[in-house]
Nanobody, 127 residues
Framework: QLHLVESGGGLVQPGKSLTLSCVASGFPLTNYVIAWFRQAPGKDREGVSRIITGDGLTYYADSVKGRATISYDAAENTIYLQMNNLKPEDTGMYYC????????????????????WGQGTQVTVSS
């Protein structure tokens, strides 16, 4: 019974940084695919980043490439997404999710390849 809880969102000014956290409980996420998606009002859910915890391989959407870093802390079973130089278009509800290396590997990221989702944390980038 995997449970994911996101936190760390908030209102930030453009150009600032933010780190999102996703605490996973239930079982350790060793050698799983962990991804961050975001969704703005009226828009489709967009894959932002993913990491394969077993080997640390990462992926970043073009929209955040160079500005985001995804990581997994095995000791705390927590997924992080650090975002720098935030832009207004980064605004949205951010969700972390977990999939398997057999079924959740398509790039760009596809939401339905992932089976566990958190409740989301809102990120608003505005002056």
């Amino acid at each position: 019974q995997l449970h994911l809880v996101e936190s760390g969102g908030g209102l930030v000014q453009p150009g600032k940084s933010l780190t999102l956290s996703c605490v996973a409980s239930g079982f350790p996420l060793t050698n799983y695919v962990i991804a961050w998606f975001r969704q703005a009002p009226g828009k489709d859910r967009e894959g932002v980043s993913r990491i394969i915890t077993g080997d640390g391989l990462t992926y970043y959407a073009d929209s955040v490439k160079g500005r985001a870093t995804i990581s997994y802390d095995a000791a705390e079973n927590t997924i992080y997404l650090q975002m720098n130089n935030l832009k207004p278009e980064d605004t949205g509800m951010y969700y972390c999710t977990v999939g398997s290396i057999r079924t959740s590997m398509t790039l760009p990221l596809i939401p339905w390849e992932f089976g566990f989702w958190g409740q989301g944390t809102q990120v608003t980038v505005s002056s």
